[in-house]
Each structure stands twice: as C-alpha cells, then as structure tokens.
C-alpha cells in the first residue's frame, strides 16, 4: 500500500511567494517617485524648506487680498498721512519755478487745494496732470520738500508765431498751440501766420524759410492758404506766392533768395512775386508804375512776366530783357 507524500512547505511557499511579490509594488512605486526626485538639484531637507515658504507665500497672498477687499490697506494708509500730518509733515508751502512769461497765479490756484493737507495724501502725478492743462505749460514735474512744501517745476512753451483766425490774434508755439490771446495794440514782434489750420503748419513754415536764411529776418507773416501751400510776406511790403507741395516751395525759396541777391528785389516797390507756376516768374507791379520801371533780372531762370502796372494784366515786359526762358 503506497504512502501519499503532502508537501506542505512548498504550499506555504508559493503563497508566501505570492504574498511576497504583491507587498513588493508599493516599494517599487515609491522607489520609482524617489529615483525621479533624486534628478532634482535640491536635497530633501532643502525640498522641505522650499514647500514650506510656497505655502507660507500662498497664505499671505490669500490673507493680503481679503484684507485688500476689506480695505484695510487704504484705511491704514489713510491713518498713516493724519498721522504725519498732526507731527507737522503738512502743506504749507507752494513754490513754482521756472517762469519767465505766463503769471504765478493759475499754477498756484491748481496747487494751493493742496494746503493743509498731509505731504504724503498729495497725488503728485494728479497734481502734475492738472498743471499741464495750462497752455504755457510744456512741462513740469512735482515734487514734495519735507517737512512743509511742494515745489512745482514749469517748462514754458516758447512763443515763435501770432497767430489770426476768426478776427482773433494769438500767440502759439512751435507745434501750434495756443498759448493766449494777443492785443492788437501791442503784437509783439514776431511773424503773422494766418489762416485755418495755419497755427498747425507753424513748424512746417519754420523748416521752409530754413532754406532761405538770408529771408527768415525780412519774414512779416504768412498766409496759408486752401490748407495747401503759403503766401509770404515780407517787411518791405511784397508778397511771395509759392508753389505747392514741401520740395517745390523750398526749391522756389531759394530761387527767390538767389534772385534777390543778385538783381535785389525786395523793396523796390513790387506789389507781388508769383512762382506757383515753376515755368514763370510773373512780378505784379503797383498801379501807376511803368513796366520800364521793373527790375532787370539777369539771374531768372525761367521766363520772366511783368503784369499791372500801366498796361493791361498779364502782358510780358521789355522781351529783351525782362522775358527770359528757362536755361536747360
């Protein structure tokens, strides 16, 4: 009769086995989550640290934005600027800087609200917006002076033209600014521009007798007209008229400038000087005067036409001499 052999440690071995292998994969996930941590340039302890202020950061902000909403902030800073205020950190003070042609006055009556008032409730920046609406006013900078004052420095526009539009005179600056209203009885000395939207071509104007420097001091006024091109007018009482355009207005400019250097047509009387058309040179003579008694260009380039005068309008003077064509 044959003996039945029961291995019983084999049994307990593949179920230790089993168990063995299943409490294994945790430690491999874990080992997994450290092997990718050990990539990281930062030890454990230093890991630790870094969490903790992410955490501390977090907390504040969270604590800081309710406290924004609450408006705390602004309550303590409120209490702050009374606090200065009482120990005598106050508005006392307005100096202005800088002028030389506007009065103190409208400065002064922007700043003097701020009296009294703690130095650090002023809004500079405010402050400075406010001074700028001034038409003289090119530029300016604010600024606090402990214990008691705010200083305010002013840039002045410059005054280059007067300015007639709508039977009004003003003075206006470079870029074409108003910067107040002029007396007819006292028009300072400087150019007349005049016309629609001619304060806005001042700097343009400037560029153009720019060309022309031997004429920027003869220059009386100017007339923009059709928003297009400019008549000049110079102190000797004749009137330029240009062509349009930037290039050709300057190029007639110079033209003109050579002309009068040579043959000198200013103050001889001439009512008018036509080069809008870069063909002719038309002279519009005074009524009265004879054509014989025009100038004699030898320096024109382009023909020459005399009109007015005694004769009828457009005729051409003296063919010889005073109707010359164009060299080239």
């Known amino acids: 009769m044959s003996t039945a052999t029961i291995k019983r440690g084999a049994g307990r071995s593949g179920r230790m086995g089993g168990v063995g292998s299943a409490g294994r994969r945790p430690r491999q996930g874990r080992s997994v989550i450290n ?14 640290r870094i969490t903790t202020w992410l955490i501390g950061l977090i907390v504040a902000a969270l604590l800081w934005l309710a406290a924004s909403f609450l408006g705390l902030p602004a309550m303590v800073g409120a209490e702050i600027s009374e606090l200065a205020g009482r120990a005598g950190f106050a508005v006392a003070k307005i100096e202005v800087h800088g002028l030389e042609r506007m009065e103190q006055a409208p400065v002064s009556d922007i700043a003097v609200k701020y009296v ?38 002013v840039v002045e526009r410059q005054p280059v033209a007067v300015w007639q539009h709508d039977g009004m005179l003003s003075l206006i600056d470079a870029s074409g600014a108003e910067l107040g209203a002029v007396d007819p009885e006292a028009i300072p000395d400087l150019p007349l521009v005049v016309g629609p939207q001619a304060n806005r071509q001042t700097e ?3 560029k153009l007798m720019d060309a022309a420097p031997a004429l920027k001091p003869m220059l009386a006024g100017a007339t923009w007209v059709g928003n297009r091109r400019w008549d000049l007018r ?7 008229l240009l062509p349009e355009g930037d290039a050709e207005a300057a190029a007639a400019l110079v033209n003109f400038a050579r002309m009068d250097g040579v043959d000198r047509l200013l103050g001889r009387g001439i009512l008018r000087f036509d080069m809008r058309d870069p063909s002719r040179f038309v002279l519009r003579l005074p009524p009265g005067q004879s054509k014989d008694q025009a100038p004699s260009l030898s320096s024109a380039k382009t023909q020459t036409v005399v009109t007015g005068g005694d004769s009828a309008e457009g005729a051409a003077s003296k063919p010889s001499t005073s109707t010359q064509q164009t060299e080239g």
Do not use: C, N
């Open 234 to 240: 110079f102190q000797s009482g004749e009137q330029l």
């Open 204 to 206: 343009a104007l400037a």
């Open 35 to 48: 092997r990718l941590l050990g990539y990281l340039p930062f030890t454990h302890e230093q890991l630790t």
């Open 116 to 153: 009294d008032r703690s130095m650090l409730s002023v809004d500079l920046d405010k402050l400075r917006a406010e001074v700028m609406t001034l038409g003289w006013v090119k530029d300016a900078r604010v600024s606090r002076r402990l214990p008691d004052a705010l200083i305010v420095d």
